[in-house]
């Protein structure tokens, strides 16, 4: 069991999917044993080494389990507390020419990252990867429409 953002989540390896997954303790209903005997975690593709709890919680602040990447976003100064809060302190933060804002670069599940600027979204700007700053623009773009209707 891990204690993240004030929820439980059952750390568990899916024989269906092959990986780790997190389910939140409060949501497991019509739970089964199994006979089968448990699966070593250092079996278990990036665990090998074991846990690492500090990854975990600075990595996965939704509990997604896709590979973290790294990502840089432009952050307003008033929130680097809450950066810190769901990101840990192993990132990087620069300055920019605007004393308002700063640049944030950290490796993170990309899932968990949009979900995460979205919440921010008047305070953070993402840069790159690619790919996640496009996926953040169709989701503006789609409650624009709706909002629009």
């Not at 568990?12 to 303790?25: G, I, K, P, Q």
Request: negative net charge.
């Amino acid at each position: 069991l891990i204690l993240h953002n004030q929820k439980y989540y059952l750390m568990a390896h899916s024989t269906y999917w092959d990986n780790m997954v997190f389910h939140r303790l409060d949501r497991i209903s019509n739970m089964q044993f199994c006979d089968r005997p448990a699966k070593s975690i250092r079996e278990v593709k990036g665990y090998e080494s074991g846990i690492d709890y500090k990854k975990i919680a600075s990595t996965m602040p939704y509990m997604y389990t896709d590979e973290p990447e790294r990502i840089k976003f432009v952050s307003a100064v008033g929130i680097i507390d809450q950066v810190i809060d769901w990101f840990g302190q192993d990132i990087k933060i620069e300055s920019t020419d605007n004393e308002k804002e700063v640049i944030v670069t950290l490796q993170a599940s990309p899932s968990a990252m949009e979900h995460w600027a979205m919440q921010y979204l008047n305070y953070v700007k993402v840069l790159n990867p690619d790919n996640l700053r496009k996926q953040i623009t169709e989701n503006l773009e789609k409650g624009l429409q709706s909002y629009n209707q």
